[in-house]
């Protein structure tokens, strides 16, 4: 079988989420270690954590490919008194390059949101109306629902351990708009294209007041629940493409959620 480095599973990546659909504010691609690194396994994640990091050493593997960027911003310093500093040292230290895909995979075809898209039950899948490629998705739903079976809907199929429902007004749900992680900037635009109902997490006060005012309902299933799912699609999409490499692709199938009902 042929020798896998990390620049053959960033090309990998990139075939599914080129760099190119990744927002101007975003850091994608390899940011810590040598593309031509030999890798024999690799593991796949959602966040870089002290916890990813122990999983990924303890398995014997040389890449981390992760959703979220570990480097997002400039940093001015690496120091180990401070986590973010103890992370990189880890990973140094230990040889163990990471490499991310971030919003060019929630907005590339088969990426985070159809992916939610996906999972939650949605047809007729597409951008949004105006849009070649998009973050954000819409679809319909086979039955209609109410606002309140949807919510459930949703818990139940992201296995969300809560959501959170901004009922609107007493109208069925049948044409759903949705976008992974933080996407509540995108229920106006959900709304004008005729969606009834929102997906997506991280939604504000003021977000959830507008959309009542607008006449769309959401449902906040939170960032990890709406991400969380394409770690094994991931893990898959590489199992297929280095089939020719001697390789294994290791998936977190540990993470969870940081907030919890109380």
């Known amino acids: 079988m042929k020798t896998c480095t990390v620049q053959t599973v960033a090309d990998a990546v990139n075939r599914l989420a080129p760099n190119r659909l990744a927002e101007e504010w975003d850091n994608p691609g390899l940011?810590?270690?040598s593309p031509t690194a030999t890798v024999k396994k690799i593991f796949v994640c959602l966040d870089v954590l002290d916890d990813t990091i122990t999983r990924a050493i303890d398995s014997n593997a040389q890449l981390i490919v992760a959703h979220h960027p570990i480097i997002f911003r400039a940093i001015k310093n690496v120091r180990y008194d401070l986590p973010h500093g103890q992370k990189i040292s880890r990973l140094i230290k230990n040889d163990l390059a990471v490499f991310a895909a971030h919003t060019n995979l929630d907005s590339a075809i088969g990426g985070v949101n159809d992916v939610l898209a996906k999972?939650?039950?949605l047809v007729?899948?597409?951008m949004f109306?105006?849009?070649e490629i998009s973050l954000g998705r819409i679809g319909t739903l086979e039955t209609p629902m109410t606002a309140a079976e949807f919510a459930h809907h949703v818990k139940t199929a992201l296995n969300a351990?809560?959501?959170r429902l901004v009922d609107a007004g007493d109208f069925p749900i049948s044409k759903v708009g949705l976008c992974s992680g933080a996407g509540a900037e995108f229920i106006s635009k959900a709304k004008f294209f005729g969606a009834q109902a929102f997906v997506t997490g991280d939604v504000k006060y003021h977000d959830a007041q507008s959309?009542?005012?607008s006449g769309i309902h959401v449902v906040d299933a939170g960032h990890f629940a709406t991400e969380f799912p394409i770690v094994h699609e991931l893990a898959n999409y590489l199992r297929g493409e280095l089939e020719r490499f001697d390789v294994e692709i290791i998936e977190d199938i540990d993470a969870k959620d940081f907030f919890k009902t109380i």
């Open 119 to 121: 999972k939650i039950g």
């Open 129 to 131: 109306g105006d849009e």
């Open 211 to 213: 959309a009542v005012e």
């Open 31 to 33: 940011l810590i270690g």
């Open 161 to 163: 351990d809560n959501v």
């Open 124 to 126: 007729d899948v597409k």
